[in-house]
Structure formats: C-alpha cells, structure tokens
C-alpha cells in the first residue's frame, strides 16, 4: 500500500493478503509435515544401513536437512501473521475512511472520494470549520498509520527472508534464555537485545522456553508454541501407536500360550506378567487420549482458514494441562479481552473454552466493527477439579492469580501502538482467580467482569487493586447453580448485590429444571449477556443494560 491515497483506502480489498496469509500457511504446513516425514526416515536408517562411513554421511545429511526444515519454519509462520494482521489492519482503516465520509456528512462537510474536502458557503461556521479542522487530522492520521503499516509488513517480510539463522552469530544459549516467571518488562530488555536473527534462532530451537515468557512478542510465542504443539502431537501419536503394537503382540503371544517367552527372566507367572502390563499400557493410552482430545481441537482452531487467525500464547502437558489461545493478536489490538474459565476447566476440555472465545470475538467485533478486538482463553492455572469441595478452597485461586497478574503484565509490555482496552473476565471460580489477583499485588486490567460468581474474596469493588471501581461489572443468571449450591457465598459477597459496589448487568434467567446449564448457558446464541460483555469488552459502556 505503499503511497496509498484515501481514495485507494477506501475502496482497498483485504481479502489479498488474507488469501497470501493462507498460502503461507499451507507452505509451513508443508515444511513441517516434510521436517516430520524426514525424521521418521531418519530413525529408520540404522536398521536398513547400520553402520559404516556411507551410514554416518547420510545420517548427518538427514539430520542437516531436518535442521534446515526446523529454521525455516518459523520465518514462515511469522510471514503469515504479518499478512493476515495486515489485512485485518486494512479492513480496519477502511472501516474508519468510509466512517470519516459519513463524519463529514453529519457535520455539513463534503469528504471526497480523493480526501479532499469542502464546506458550502452557507454551512460555514465556526462549529462547521471546527469539524472540517478535525476531520483533516483524522484523514493525516489514518494514511500515516496505512504507511506505518506498509512499514512494519515490510520489516517483518524482510527480517523472515533472511538466511543467517545458522550463522554462529545467530545463536543462543539455552542458558541465557529469561526462567519462566521471570518480571515481563525483563524479559522484554532481552528479547529487545537480540538481533532478528537470534530471535528466529531463539523460538525454533528454544520453543518450550521462549512459548511460556511473558514479555515475549504474542507473533513469537505462537510460533514457539505451535513448535512445541506440533512435537507433543508427533510424540505421544507414535508413543500411542507403539502402545497399539505392543497390546497387540502380548495378546498374540497369550492366546498361543507362549507367555513365558515375553517375560523370560520374570518372577512370575507370564500371564499375570502380561495382564499387569496390558492394565499399564491401557492407563497410559488412557493419559494419551486425554492430552490428544486438548491437543487436536487446539490444533484445528489453529489451521481453521474460515475463522479469524488464532494465537497459540501458552501450551503446557503436565498435570491436567494449560493452553492460552487467543482469537486475533492481542498485541495490535485496540480491545483485549482474557477469559479465565472455572471449575473442570483442564486441557481436554480445551474446546469449549476456545470456541467461547470465538463467540465473544464475533460479538464485539458486531457491536463495534471499526475496533479490532482480540479474545483469550487463559487456562494459565490449575482449575478445581470438583464443585464442591475442591472449590470451596482459595487455594487454586491463590495460584493462579499470580500467573494471571505476570500474564496481564505481559500484555501491556509486549502490546505495540497505542494501549489497548483489557478486559478480563471470569466465569464462577475464574472470577475468585480475578479477585485474588486484584486483591494481593493487583491486576492491569481496565475492567473486570464475573459471570456466575461464588464470591471473589473482596466485599467491595473499591478493594479490587489497578482496575476502576466503576469497571468492575457482574452477572448471574437467576437460575444459576452457584445461587443454590453456594447460597452464603462461601468466597465472600456476592458481587451482584447492591452493597458490593459493582455494576451489575443482564443475563437470561436460564433454565429453571437445569441449575447445571444454566451456568453455562451465558454464551448461548442470543443470551443477553453475550451483548453486554461485547459492548463491555468494546468500551459501550452506556449500551450495557
């Protein structure tokens, strides 16, 4: 878009370099199913070619080709990001060009299609040429931004076309790398004293490290986690068909009654030997399965080309899981909204959260299409398990707060431009891991909501820390379950009533059969409360009822 015209952005097509967005994104798909397809031809070599001069060359030819595959991965996905922000930046400006005519045309001034404009002689006045003088800056300010966007594509395509990642100049030590945990603002000093290609370095052969850093640009923590994403898919799908294999052969094995064989040095009979391990690999394919059914949902929001490109911020296995996926990039996004889920929330579940996520994008980008909105599924804690008596305890909360605290940190360091709108919501117990957060060290946030809350361990707004007492809203459905199962609040005032000081806003009543549903049922097509937190998360605030 370079030397692009008003008139030009006002008729400017994004479907382009959406489209070019696309193409690279199957080209990365392509690199990394040939990176994975050269790997498994790799383990394969010592068995057909086991040893000698010519084995050992090859090898080390397969294991240059699989690093040079590896390095070109992520230059690739930071190339389809830049493209798909850019066209979701120029439908953006374009919005605001076909916005500013209609502007003009309020205020009796005439914008025309070359950005030019006039004013009639009887509408001149001091009001209208006030109009016209703001109109003007509004013009410069939106083709200063189209150039600053040409810019920044252009950097990014440049920087990612690059081929000094394997210079030795490019490395980094995995030592140097910022600990997990560590302040936002210092790992941002890091990253900043990188050159491009120690960064591109960085995410592709320190992924798990660089993926979990709060400060870290969200464009390089998706690729790094998208790394790290693909490599947990490859590795528990082999270690799931060897499982397969290995059921398979005992079973074989016992029913010829030659159990002794398997087990020839055991301590016991073969066959008890063989059932305990049939029970061991039916357990670990059990674990496996839980972590595929987060893994592959996440995986195919991800290459979803019909939705709006996702964020891959955080990705962890252990215990019961984590994963923060964001709709859209909240560093260039004018509103942030981070969605922090309750009780059960685990990674195999993670579909539900994603596809909430969804929703709430699509609705605030409804209410307001001029503003580019991005919406987070935080799973960045470990979630109660049970309603009632794990989350009775404030311990879950305790911790997660302070990941929520460094993440929310994070956003303001890493967010590029003009600060962002962030907004964070949670939905029951998420909304005590919020007001743990803003009653300790406090949180960054420009508003706080809690959807179907038991209590958030404050008694007012005004003791909520870094958010406005005035932007702290809440909302349950009259037949939600919290209000029966927890009728005292067991996690401090409820934050619907009167004397807690918040704002409270509407939601359907819900089912008066179905308490359970009921408090799920807030991001139901049509409930009143989706509206109100989209018009919350987009700053209407004087639409909210």
């Known amino acids: 878009m370079a030397g692009l015209s008003f008139e030009l952005l006002l008729r400017v097509d994004p479907e382009p370099w959406h489209r070019a967005a696309a193409d690279w994104d199957r080209l990365g798909g392509s690199v990394d199913e040939r990176a994975d397809a050269l790997v498994r031809s790799r383990r394969r070599l010592p068995a057909v070619w086991e040893s000698g001069p010519a084995s050992a060359a090859a090898g080390a030819r397969c294991d240059g080709l699989c690093g040079e595959l590896d390095a070109a991965f992520p230059p690739v996905l930071l190339i389809a990001q830049a493209l798909a922000q850019h066209g979701n930046t120029v439908a953006e400006l374009r919005g605001r060009a076909r916005q500013l005519v209609e502007q003009g045309r309020a205020a009796q001034v005439t914008v025309h299609p070359d950005g030019s404009m006039t004013v009639e002689e009887a509408h001149a006045t001091d009001a209208t040429a006030r109009a016209l003088s703001a109109l003007v800056s509004a013009r410069d300010a939106l083709l200063r931004e189209a150039a600053e966007l040409d810019a920044r594509t252009a950097r990014v395509i440049a920087e990612n076309t690059a081929t000094t990642s394997g ?87 016992l029913e010829q009654g030659r159990a002794a064989e398997l087990y020839p040095n055991g301590n016991h009979p073969g066959t008890l030997l063989g059932q305990r391990e049939l029970r061991e690999i039916a357990e670990e394919r059990g674990r496996i399965d839980d972590t595929l059914r987060g893994l592959r949902p996440i995986d195919d929001r991800l290459a979803d080309p019909d939705k709006p490109r996702a964020y891959l911020i955080g990705l962890s296995t252990a215990d019961d899981g984590r994963a923060i996926v964001s709709v859209g990039n909240p560093d260039a996004a004018d509103n942030v909204l981070t969605y922090v889920p309750g009780v059960g929330a685990e990674l195999a579940g993670v579909e539900t959260g994603i596809e909430r996520a969804d929703r709430m994008a699509l609705d605030a980008r409804r209410v307001d299409p001029g503003q580019e909105t991005a919406s987070l599924y935080w799973l960045g804690y470990d979630a109660p398990d049970d309603a009632v008596v794990d989350a009775r305890s404030n311990s879950y909360a305790e911790a997660g707060a302070r990941e929520l605290q460094r993440f929310q940190d994070g956003l303001r360091v890493s967010h590029e431009g003009e600060q962002s709108r962030n907004v964070v919501l949670g939905h029951s117990y998420g909304s005590l891991v919020i007001g743990h957060a803003g009653s300790g060290a406090g949180i960054d946030a420009d508003a706080v909501v809690f959807v179907g809350a038991p ?55 819900g089912n008066p059969d179905d308490w359970v549903a009921t408090h799920s049922a807030y991001w139901d097509p049509g409930n009143l409360a989706r509206e109100n937190i989209a018009y919350i998360v987009t700053g209407q605030n004087d639409k909210v009822r």
């Open 167 to 253: 210079t030795p100049a490019a490395r980094v030590d995995g030592s140097s790398v910022p600990a997990r945990g560590t302040p936002p603002a210092e790992v941002k000093r890091w990253w900043d004293s990188l050159t491009p290609a120690q960064r591109r370095y960085a995410v592709s052969e320190h992924p798990h490290l660089v993926g979990a850093l709060d400060g870290v640009p969200v464009a390089r923590r998706d690729v790094a986690n998208r790394i790290v994403l693909d490599r947990e898919l490859d590795g528990r799908t082999e270690r799931r068909a060897e499982l397969d294999a290995r059921e398979a052969h005992i079973r074989a094995m």
């Open 455 to 509: 209590g958030v361990d404050v008694d007012s707004a005004p003791e909520l820390r870094g958010v406005p007492a005035h932007e702290v809203w809440a909302t349950r459905a009259r037949h939600d379950e919290i209000a029966e199962w927890s009728p005292d609040f067991v996690h401090g005032v409820d934050p619907t009533e009167p004397g807690f000081g918040g704002r409270v806003f509407g939601s359907d009543p």
